[in-house]
């Protein structure tokens, strides 16, 4: 069992939507910040959303409005909900846990995250 495991990627047309999951059941303990990011070809990787254990989440601000990220402690499960998909969305999505204490606040920087899942492909059709 890997210790971060994304699911939910597909082909969408513009304006779809998609529900992309991530389970971290296999983290050592379930109060690390969890964040969603993405990696377009010939880009960075970057922050979409994250949301700590306790905390509000945050979003990158071209996706705040249509994606929502939403946690679940006791499942070991972060969900985020992409909705008004653009082209521009595609890219591989990766969730990742930072690996700190904090439970009200968390980055989206990908250098303060540690583990990280497989990636699921998200890929937006105009």
């Known amino acids: 069992q890997l210790p971060l495991v994304e699911s939910g990627g597909g082909l969408v047309q513009s304006g779809g939507s998609l529900m992309l999951s991530c389970t971290f059941s296999?983290?050592?303990?379930?109060?690390?910040?969890i964040g969603w990011f993405r990696q377009a070809p010939g880009k960075e990787r970057e922050g979409v959303s994250c949301?700590?254990?306790?905390?509000?989440?945050s979003y990158k601000e071209s996706v705040e409005g249509r994606f929502m990220i939403s946690r679940y402690n006791s499942n070991k499960t972060v969900l985020l909900h992409l909705h008004d998909l653009k082209p521009e969305d595609t890219g591989i999505y990766y969730c990742?846990?930072?690996?700190?204490?904090?439970?009200?606040?968390?980055?989206?920087?990908?250098?303060?995250?540690?583990?990280w899942g497989q990636g699921t492909q998200v890929t937006v059709s105009s």
């Open positions: 990742a846990a930072a690996d700190d204490s904090r439970l009200y606040d968390c980055s989206l920087w990908p250098s303060t995250y540690t583990h």
């Open positions: 949301k700590s254990a306790l905390g509000q989440p």
């Open positions: 296999g983290l050592p303990t379930n109060s690390k910040a």
